[in-house]
Every structure is written in structure tokens, then in C-alpha cells.
């Protein structure tokens, strides 16, 4: 495993950090981990030399934190650093951070959080930040042994981001970078703003959400199989966020075993400029026709959930990107309603427009629910 230096401690942490908010399953309620493979999956990652494992207060319904603490058992939470994130949008007084912190600690069972992030940070997330003075009451959990380090978790434009790493001496964030999202959110140029503060940051969603590495398009695969040296799809995408030296760690939520050999033998083997101006050619070939194809860049993270009229929004806006992405394929129309796990279709969309403040993508959710419906009902 490659390792980077964090730079307030000295410490050397995995370029490979597990994110548990995609874990395994028991049938289709997202709620309902998978714990013995959880833990089975972390424990491989720990023991091949991963030392960053990330959760979060809402991840599956909570049980996130719950599964990653029972597999922090036995001698291997003294092995990370344990990042979990607090829900700043709860807040309705200080005491609430208190409250939540406690309610976290319980469920990871756990003395401390070594990373504790302010969860999803946006500019309404970002006044509550402030009114009620979260950064203070952070900084006194951690004279308090509760947490360690303080940082924040980032989803809306660049130029709040640098109001936000202006305002505090953070010990690290946390950014969305991929290939698909150069001057996305925070984008690279948030993340060379970050390092030049000297301020560490994680990258979430390296691949999209699975969006690069779960089904290719022919016209992007030709460029894959065109490029001098092969490598597979996630290594690529791995490769280009890992040539950043500001990048510490790269966070990828695995879902299975096969995920977790995979990553952990690629991020063994790439390093910080490592790509040669050709390769930088190829990848930004694939992002810009990516681009061409993709009707509404969703990473399935599931923010926009529950919706209040139980649309299962992230597989309706799948379906219509694989609609574009495969030239409008019969077999995803039949699929549609055949696979549908929610309980109404899109056409039931009551236009509350609580998914679209809920996407940290800030994606035309209504207009795409339209389109769904216009298309396979």
C-alpha cells in the first residue's frame, strides 16, 4: 500500500481509505448491512495495509457507523484513523452537537473519532455552521478527548469553499474529485487552493459512484482499448485523481470482496505524477465523451432519499442516463418497471423539489423524473 504524509501530524496514511457508505446488503433495504461481510471486508483492507476507514451519521440509515464499529473489533481500531461525519443540517441548538457526537461515539463504539468532519458543508449547511458556533464546540470535544482533528466534508461552488478554508485553520477536508469533475464543486482548482493553505484533503467519489467503472459505453470503451498500456477502467480513474501529490488519501466505498483486491492492488502501485501527457490526453478523451452522453451526472449517493412520494430517484435517473449512454436500448425500457424497487413511478413526482435541495449535485431531479416517466411508463 502507498502511503502520504498527514501533514499536521507526521502521520503516514493509506492512499486507500474504505468509505462505508456503499457496504454490502441484505436484499434490497439499503438499511440492512451486510455485517459479517463488512467486516470481513474491511479487516482485508486493514490488514493489507489500509489505515483510513470513513463513515458517516447517515450512512445507510445509521447502520454504517454501527457495522464499521463491530468491525473495529477485535485489536483493529487501534489500526486507523476513524473519520465519521456530524450532521450540521440536525442542529437546532449547541447542545445538539453534543448530542449527536454522543449518539456517534455509542454507535462506533468507540472513545474517540480521530477525523471528525462537518458533514456535506453547503452555503445554508454553512450558516448553521456559524450560527450556532459548531467549530468551537468541535474544538472543545477535542480538549475533551472526543474527537482529534476537525475538518469538513464539501458539496456546492468554489468560491464558498475557499471562504470556508479561509475561515478556520482546518486540520484537513474533504472534496468530490474524479476525471468527470475537474471544475465540478470544489474541483481541482479547490484542491491546489486547500494545499497551498496547507490544509490535507480526501477525494470522495474517484469513481463517480461507480458511474465509470459499472458499465461502459462502447464509444468510450474503443478509447480504453485504443491506449498504449491497458489497465481497467477504475485503475485509470484511480491513477488520474493519485498523480495529484496534494491528494492524501482516496476514498472508495466498496461493496464487495472483488471491489476491495481490486483497489487495494491498484493503489499499491500508482504514485503522484505518474502520468505522461498522453495518458492525461486519453483521460480527457473518455471525460469529454462521458460528457456527450450523460443525460444528468447522478452518483447514486443517495442524499435525495427518502423521497416523500417514495420515488426511488437515484434508479430512475440511472435508467434514463443507461437509456442515453445505449442508445435508447429496448431491454432498459422492459427493465424499468420489471427491476423498480420503489413503491411509485416518476410520473408520481408532486414537484416538492426536497430531492433538489438535498442534491449535493444540484441536479434537475423533477425535470429528470419527467423525462423517466415520458420514456418507460
Not at 32 to 56: F, H, L
Not at 230 to 250: H, Q
Amino acid at each position: 500500500m502507498n502511503y502520504r504524509t498527514f501533514g499536521k501530524t507526521g502521520e503516514k496514511i493509506s492512499l486507500l481509505g474504505f468509505g462505508a457508505m456503499r457496504l454490502p446488503v441484505i436484499g434490497r433495504d439499503q438499511t440492512q448491512i451486510d455485517v459479517d461481510e463488512t467486516s470481513a471486508m474491511i479487516r482485508r483492507a486493514i490488514d493489507a495495509g489500509v489505515n483510513y476507514v470513513d463513515t458517516a451519521y447517515v450512512y445507510h440509515g445509521g447502520n454504517s457507523e454501527v457495522a464499521v464499529g463491530k468491525a473495529l473489533k477485535d485489536g483493529y481500531r487501534e489500526k486507523v484513523l476513524l473519520a465519521d461525519k456530524y450532521p450540521v443540517w440536525l442542529t437546532d441548538s449547541k447542545e445538539k452537537v453534543s448530542e449527536l457526537l454522543d449518539e456517534q461515539l455509542k454507535r462506533l463504539d468507540t472513545d474517540v473519532i480521530d477525523m471528525y468532519l462537518i458533514h456535506d458543508l453547503s452555503y445554508s449547511k454553512w450558516d448553521i455552521v456559524k450560527k450556532y458556533d459548531v467549530i468551537s464546540i468541535f474544538e472543545e470535544k477535542v480538549r475533551e478527548g472526543k474527537i482529534k482533528h476537525i475538518g469538513f466534508s464539501f458539496h456546492d461552488e468554489l468560491p464558498l469553499f475557499k471562504e470556508i478554508i479561509d475561515y478556520y485553520d482546518w486540520d484537513f477536508c474533504q472534496i468530490q474529485l474524479n476525471y468527470m469533475d475537474v471544475a465540478f464543486q470544489a474541483g481541482v482548482e479547490g484542491l491546489k487552493y486547500a494545499a497551498a493553505k496547507g490544509i490535507p484533503v480526501i477525494v470522495m467519489e474517484p469513481l463517480k459512484g461507480g458511474k465509470l467503472t459499472d458499465t461502459i459505453p462502447e464509444s468510450v470503451e474503443k478509447l480504453w482499448r485504443e491506449a498504449p498500456v491497458k489497465r481497467s477502467p477504475a485503475e485509470w480513474a484511480f491513477r488520474w485523481v493519485a498523480d495529484f501529490p496534494e491528494v492524501m488519501t482516496i476514498l472508495s466505498g466498496m461493496s464487495d470482496m472483488r471491489q476491495v483486491e481490486e483497489n487495494l492492488d491498484i493503489l499499491s502501485r500508482v504514485d503522484a505524477n505518474a502520468l505522461s501527457d498522453d495518458e492525461k490526453g486519453l483521460i480527457e478523451a473518455v471525460s469529454a465523451e462521458y460528457n456527450r452522453l450523460i443525460r444528468h451526472s447522478c452518483t447514486s449517493c443517495r442524499y435525495c432519499m427518502p423521497c416523500p412520494n417514495e420515488i426511488e430517484i437515484p434508479y430512475v435517473i440511472g435508467c434514463r442516463n443507461e437509456w442515453e449512454l445505449y442508445n435508447h436500448n429496448k431491454k432498459i425500457k422492459s427493465q424499468f418497471k420489471f427491476f423498480y424497487p420503489g413503491k411509485n413511478f416518476p410520473s408520481s413526482c408532486i414537484k416538492c423539489g426536497v430531492c433538489e435541495e438535498k442534491c449535493p449535485q444540484h441536479l434537475a431531479v423533477m425535470q429528470a423524473m419527467d423525462e423517466a416517466a415520458a420514456i418507460f411508463e
